[in-house]
């Protein structure tokens, strides 16, 4: 381990993560006196106060996992001891150091698609734009836009940075970039180069993003509405994790059947499989195998809700077993008697609420949410109803729009997953209840 220093180095930040996100992870150990996102590398620096506050918080979570909005995220000493302005290897701060006439955008809660078109609307008022590259990152979208003066790359930084292009997303993080001049060798939806209209659009048989009406308004008068029903679906889950689709899931898989293998047979069923599945999306069916009754088949929706549910479930912990997860070589599941049928079912969470459930998608956590609640229900109840599957650590009953709710956090992730496969859509008190996992951290 690093010697101990005031400033923690986090890793595998991703981009729904928040500045906000972090505090609520380091915030109880002491004061933050700074804190670098570097968003291009998946990873923040944080400066806490002093190093008592640092090293309480290092020691803390070399015992608990930290997970932010459902992803872990890892602590530990910088090498550095203290914060320099520095920020990113790939541009400059336009805050900070020799600005020049090329500036590197990274959008971050990408809920619309960005174009060449709409960066040139948003960019040319500042001074002439004379090239602009898209490209996908790491660091989720970017673009190089080159101004034909430095001055226009100034006005456009100072403006433009930390805005949103459209109400409530899209926000622009602006650097100065470290190269003199773009090179574009082809006008299309991906570069531009408005010095020479004449160059080969490159027909491409497919588009790095998918083909949307783009909204027209910016800067806040845009009013999305339908906003999500003029998006392709994998935009659609995209958008609800802030941009950019969960590491590994590529929202070009058209298998909808899964095999899930090593089940406690003892105490699984379909139900119970369904009540954990359908966190990830619809299900169609589900064939607990006579042969193998440690095998199911899982039919999911559509090919993307069978992506996430192998990339969240497997190697999840089941009932005392690790699940494996992996995409099975039927396409369907045959209708039959022993095929439990869901596909009508008005317990699928995705029949309503689509992007809050996506948005809600994640590994098992600790914690489970509790909803659809009577008015009357106590805490006590409810810990009564759910306790029988493990230690609980925490609980809170509270009130959300208008809603009774609950949140229960266990000791592991394997007893908060038993609590919702065996209670999710039980009755208690007169109302069928929800369970889903939260990513809070704390109650």
Same mark, same amino acid.
């Given at each position: 381990?690093?010697?101990?220093? @005031?400033?923690?180095?986090?890793?595998?930040?991703? /981009?729904?993560?928040?500045?906000?996100?972090?505090?609520?992870?380091?915030?109880?150990?002491?004061?933050?006196?700074?804190?670098?996102?570097? #968003?291009?590398?998946?990873?923040?620096?944080?400066?806490?106060?002093?190093?008592?506050?640092?090293?309480?918080?290092?020691?803390?979570?070399?015992?608990?996992?930290?997970?932010? #909005?459902?992803?872990?995220?890892?602590?530990? &000493?910088?090498?550095?001891?203290?914060?320099?302005?520095?920020?990113?290897?790939?541009?400059?701060?336009?805050?900070?150091?020799?600005?020049?006439?090329?500036?590197?955008?990274?959008? /971050?809660?990408?809920? &619309?698609?960005?174009?060449?078109?709409?960066?040139?609307?948003?960019?040319?008022?500042?001074?002439?734009?004379?090239?602009?590259?898209?490209?996908?990152?790491?660091?989720?979208?970017?673009?190089?836009?080159?101004?034909?003066?430095?001055?226009?790359?100034?006005?456009?930084?100072?403006?433009?940075?930390? #805005?949103?292009?459209?109400?409530?997303?899209?926000?622009?993080?602006?650097?100065?970039?470290?190269?003199?001049?773009?090179?574009?060798? &082809?006008?299309?939806?991906?570069?531009?180069?408005?010095?020479?209209?004449?160059?080969?659009?490159?027909? @491409?048989?497919?588009?790095?993003?998918?083909?949307?009406?783009?909204?027209? $308004?910016?800067?806040?008068?845009?009013?999305? $509405?339908?906003?999500?029903?003029?998006?392709?679906?994998?935009?659609?889950?995209?958008?609800?994790?802030?941009?950019?689709?969960?590491?590994?899931?590529?929202?070009?898989?058209?298998?909808?059947?899964?095999?899930?293998?090593?089940?406690?047979?003892?105490?699984?069923?379909?139900?119970?499989?369904?009540?954990?599945?359908?966190?990830?999306?619809?299900?169609?069916?589900?064939?607990?195998?006579?042969?193998?009754?440690?095998?199911?088949?899982?039919?999911?929706?559509?090919?993307?809700?069978? %992506?996430?549910?192998?990339?969240?479930?497997? $190697?999840?912990?089941?009932?005392?077993?690790?699940? %494996?997860?992996?995409?099975?070589?039927?396409?369907?599941?045959?209708?039959?008697?022993?095929?439990?049928?869901?596909?009508?079912?008005?317990?699928?969470?995705?029949?309503?609420?689509?992007?809050?459930?996506? @948005? /809600?998608?994640?590994?098992?956590?600790?914690?489970?949410?509790?909803?659809?609640?009577?008015?009357?229900?106590?805490?006590?109840?409810?810990?009564?109803?759910?306790?029988?599957?493990?230690?609980?650590?925490?609980?809170?009953?509270?009130?959300?729009?208008?809603?009774?709710?609950?949140?229960?956090?266990?000791?592991? %992730?394997?007893?908060?997953?038993?609590?919702?496969?065996?209670? /999710?859509?039980?009755?208690?008190? $007169?109302?069928?209840?929800?369970?889903?996992?939260?990513?809070?951290?704390?109650?």
């Amino acid at each position: 381990m690093a010697e101990p220093s @005031r400033v923690i180095h986090i890793r595998n930040v991703g /981009h729904e993560i928040s500045e906000s996100d972090l505090l609520q992870v380091v915030q109880p150990f002491g004061t933050v006196a700074k804190l670098v996102m570097l #968003r291009a590398k998946n990873q923040a620096l944080v400066q806490m106060e002093d190093l008592a506050s640092s090293v309480s918080a290092i020691q803390y979570y070399t015992t608990i996992q930290p997970s932010v #909005r459902g992803r872990n995220v890892y602590l530990q &000493y910088s090498s550095h001891q203290e914060l320099t302005t520095d920020q990113s290897s790939h541009g400059r701060n336009p805050d900070q150091d020799e600005p020049n006439r090329i500036l590197l955008v990274t959008v /971050h809660h990408m809920l &619309y698609p960005m174009t060449v078109e709409v960066l040139h609307q948003v960019f040319s008022p500042y001074g002439f734009v004379e090239k602009i590259v898209t490209f996908q990152k790491s660091a989720g979208f970017q673009a190089l836009i080159q101004f034909e003066s430095r001055q226009s790359a100034i006005q456009a930084a100072g403006a433009l940075h930390g #805005r949103n292009i459209y109400d409530g997303c899209c926000q622009l993080d602006i650097q100065y970039s470290n190269l003199t001049e773009l090179q574009v060798h &082809y006008n299309n939806d991906r570069s531009r180069d408005f010095t020479n209209p004449s160059l080969p659009t490159e027909q @491409r048989p497919r588009s790095s993003q998918p083909g949307f009406n783009d909204p027209s $308004g910016l800067f806040g008068f845009q009013q999305p $509405g339908g906003a999500y029903a003029q998006m392709g679906q994998a935009a659609m889950v995209a958008a609800a994790f802030g941009g950019t689709l969960p590491p590994g899931v590529t929202g070009t898989n058209d298998r909808c059947t899964l095999i899930v293998s090593n089940l406690n047979s003892d105490r699984v069923d379909a139900d119970k499989l369904f009540n954990l599945f359908s966190i990830y999306g619809n299900i169609v069916r589900i064939k607990v195998l006579r042969n193998k009754p440690d095998h199911a088949l899982v039919q999911m929706a559509d090919g993307l809700q069978a %992506e996430l549910a192998v990339h969240y479930l497997k $190697g999840a912990m089941l009932l005392g077993q690790k699940l %494996e997860v992996n995409f099975s070589k039927y396409p369907t599941i045959t209708p039959a008697p022993d095929a439990n049928d869901y596909s009508n079912s008005n317990l699928n969470r995705f029949n309503s609420n689509v992007v809050k459930n996506y @948005r /809600h998608c994640c590994a098992p956590t600790k914690m489970i949410h509790i909803s659809a609640l009577s008015q009357e229900i106590t805490e006590d109840a409810i810990l009564d109803h759910v306790s029988e599957h493990g230690t609980v650590v925490k609980s809170k009953l509270f009130e959300a729009g208008g809603k009774t709710q609950a949140l229960v956090q266990f000791e592991s %992730e394997e007893e908060a997953t038993e609590a919702l496969v065996s209670k /999710h859509a039980s009755k208690l008190e $007169g109302s069928t209840i929800r369970i889903s996992f939260s990513q809070m951290q704390n109650i």
